[in-house]
């Protein structure tokens, strides 16, 4: 029993790695855009002129 517990633990860490890799790897384009959009009214107000 003691060696399947020494076999099953690389498998089970295996199989965390690989799942996390492909949630990782995914695109997360979704909130790059909205912090994008952020950034870019941030931009637009600080180039505005205090006197408008």
């Known amino acids: ?3 399947l517990t020494w076999l099953l633990i690389p ?13 990782a790897s995914k ?3 979704v909130g790059d855009m909205a912090e994008l959009n ?3 009214r941030f931009r637009n107000a600080m180039e505005r002129d ?3």
């Open 1 to 3: 029993m003691g060696v």
């Open 11 to 23: 498998v089970v860490f295996a199989i965390g790695a690989a799942i996390w890799g492909s949630w």
């Open 27 to 29: 695109s997360h384009t």
């Open 38 to 40: 952020g950034y870019a």
């Open 50 to 52: 205090p006197a408008e």
